[in-house]
C-alpha cells in the first residue's frame, strides 16, 4: 500500500491576524497535524506550499519545525508557493535550499508499493512562481514577468492577480516529457502544484463562486485570474496522457474539489484559514485515489480505470 499525508498554507507569521488568517496559530495547528501524521509513519508528506508569510524569520521558524518532523521520522516533499517568496532577494537562493529544491524549483519522484508492483506512481511538482514579479530576483526577471502578465489578460480585459505567476515553456516541455516517461513505465501520475486549475462548482463556498455554485459547472481559476496565468497550457499537457490521474493543490484556502476529464483535482484546505485544523491522508491504490481528510477537510473516493 501507498500512503502520504498532505498539508497546505500553514502561512505561519508572528503577525496579528488579518481577513480570517490566523497566522500565529498556524504554529500549533501545524504541530498538531505532524504529531498524527508522525504517528502514522506514512511514505512522506506532501507540502503543498505558502509554508510562512512575510519576512525571513517566519521562514527560518517553519524550517526548524520541518526539522522537528524529520526528528519523528517525517519525509517531506516541499512545492514553492507565493507567499514562500516574500523575503528579500538576496534569500531567494537560499529559499530554494532550504526545501532540499534546486532552481528552478520543479521536480519529480517515483513512489512504489512494494507489496504490489503494478501500483507504481509518478509525482510531479511544479513551480507555478517559476515567472513572477515576487519570485524575481533581478530587475531584468521582474521586467519578464511583468511583461507574462500582461500578455495572459482575462476574457473581461483585466490582468490576473499579480500574487500569481506562470510556468515558462521549459517547464512545460519539461512536464510533457515526464508524463511520457511514466507512460513508458507504466506508471499512474499525480502532478502537483501550488496553484489550483479546475474545480466543479458545488464544492465551493465562497463569495466570488457562490452564484456559480448554485448549478454544477466547471471553474477554471486560470480563467478567473486567481491561479497560473497559464494554467491552461498545462492542462493541455494533462490531456495528453492518460497516465495522469490526479492533479493535486493549495492556494486557495477554502479547498474544492472535481473531476475533469478523469482527472481527480483537489485543492486541499489552508491551515491559516481553517478551525479547528485541516490536513488529510491519501492512499494510492491500482485502480483508486482515497483522500482522507482530517478535521476540516473533506474526504473523497475517486475510482478510476
Known amino acids: 500500500m501507498i500512503r502520504f499525508a498532505v498539508i497546505a498554507d500553514v502561512q505561519y507569521g508572528d503577525l496579528d491576524d488579518s481577513i480570517g488568517r490566523f497566522y500565529r496559530a498556524s504554529l ?8 498524527e501524521i508522525a504517528a502514522e509513519k506514512v511514505d512522506f508528506v506532501l ?3 505558502d509554508a510562512s508569510q512575510t519576512a525571513w524569520a517566519n521562514h527560518a521558524a517553519v524550517c526548524e519545525l520541518f526539522k522537528v518532523g524529520e526528528e519523528a521520522g517525517i519525509t517531506w516533499r516541499h512545492v514553492l ?11 531567494k537562493d537560499q529559499l530554494y535550499a532550504d526545501f532540499g529544491l534546486e532552481k528552478p524549483g520543479y521536480y519529480e519522484f517515483p513512489v512504489k508499493d512494494p507489496d504490489d508492483p ?6 510531479i511538482v511544479l513551480n507555478g512562481n517559476e515567472i ?6 533581478t530587475d531584468e526577471e521582474r521586467e519578464r514577468a511583468k511583461e507574462e502578465r500582461k500578455r495572459r489578460k482575462l476574457a473581461n480585459g483585466e490582468l490576473p492577480h499579480n500574487y500569481n505567476g506562470s510556468v ?3 517547464q512545460l516541455q519539461w512536464l510533457d516529457e515526464r508524463l511520457q516517461s511514466a507512460t513508458q513505465n507504466k ?3 499525480i502532478v502537483c502544484s501550488h496553484f489550483p486549475l479546475f474545480a466543479n462548482s458545488k464544492s465551493l463556498d465562497s463569495k466570488r463562486t457562490r452564484l456559480a455554485s448554485l448549478v454544477s459547472m466547471g471553474i477554471y481559476y486560470s480563467q478567473m485570474g486567481v491561479s497560473t496565468w497559464n494554467g491552461q497550457e498545462i492542462l493541455d499537457v494533462l490531456d495528453k496522457y492518460d497516465c495522469v490521474k490526479a492533479y493535486f493543490a493549495g492556494h486557495l484556502h477554502e479547498g474544492s474539489y472535481g473531476v475533469r476529464k478523469n482527472v481527480m483535482h483537489v485543492t486541499f484546505k489552508g491551515i491559516v484559514e481553517t478551525s479547528p485544523n485541516t490536513y488529510a491522508f491519501v492512499k494510492l491504490s491500482p485502480n483508486s ?3 482522507e481528510g482530517r478535521d476540516a477537510q473533506p474526504s473523497f473516493q475517486f475510482d478510476f480505470e
Do not use: C, M, T
Open 28 to 35: 500549533s495547528k501545524y504541530l498538531l497535524a505532524a504529531g
Open 132 to 137: 513572477s514579479e515576487y519570485a524575481a530576483q
Open 47 to 49: 507540502q503543498l506550499g
Open 289 to 291: 485515489i482515497e483522500v
Open 118 to 123: 503494478e501500483n507504481a506512481w509518478r509525482f
Open 187 to 189: 506508471e499512474k501520475a
Open 81 to 91: 508557493g507565493n507567499h514562500d517568496f516574500l523575503v528579500p532577494d538576496e534569500k
Open 168 to 170: 515558462s515553456q521549459r
